[in-house]
C-alpha cells in the first residue's frame, strides 16, 4: 500500500491494485480505512461504510469463498454476490459485485485476508477471528 500526500503533508490516497490474474489487475485509490469506511477515488467516488467490511469479516470469518467480481452475473455464494445482496442493508448506497474487487483488496491490505488464484478466480480466505 502506498500513501501519498501533497506539498502540504495531507495525505490524498492509498493505492492498491485489485486482485486477480495480473494482466486483469487494476491500481486503484481511496482514503479512509476499513474502520471509518472508504472512498473510491473513482468515477462517482462509491463510499463504502464501515459496516460492509465488519460485515464482510464477520459473515465469512474462517471461510475460503470466491471473489466472484463479475458485474452481470457473479457466481452463487461469492464474495460479490453478497456485497451486492447485502449492500443496501449495510452501506448508504447499494454496491455491484465489481465493487466487491476494490473491497476485497482493502480488506487484504487492512484485515488480514488473503487471497490466491484457483486459475483466473480469485479466492480469498478470510481470518477465523475479527479482531479490531
Known amino acids: ?10 495525505m ?3 493505492k492498491l491494485t485489485t486482485l486477480g490474474p495480473p494482466k486483469k489487475r487494476k491500481q486503484f485509490c481511496y482514503s479512509g480505512s476499513i474502520h471509518s469506511g472508504v472512498i473510491l477515488h473513482q468515477s462517482g467516488c462509491p463510499k463504502i461504510d464501515a459496516r ?9 470469518a474462517g471461510k475460503s469463498v470466491r471473489g466472484g467480481f463479475k458485474q452481470d452475473a457473479p457466481p452463487s455464494g461469492g464474495f460479490g454476490e453478497w456485497l451486492q445482496n447485502e449492500s443496501p442493508k449495510l452501506n448508504s448506497r447499494k454496491l455491484t459485485p465489481r465493487h466487491g474487487s476494490f473491497v476485497a483488496a482493502i480488506l487484504c491490505a487492512e484485515a488480514g485476508v488473503t487471497s490466491s488464484l484457483d486459475g483466473n478466480a480469485v479466492v480469498l480466505d478470510f481470518p477465523n477471528v475479527v479482531t479490531w
Open 12 to 14: 490524498n490516497c492509498n
Open 52 to 60: 460492509v467490511f465488519t460485515g464482510a469479516l464477520k459473515h465469512f
Open 1 to 10: 500500500m502506498i500513501h501519498e500526500t501533497n506539498a502540504a503533508g495531507v
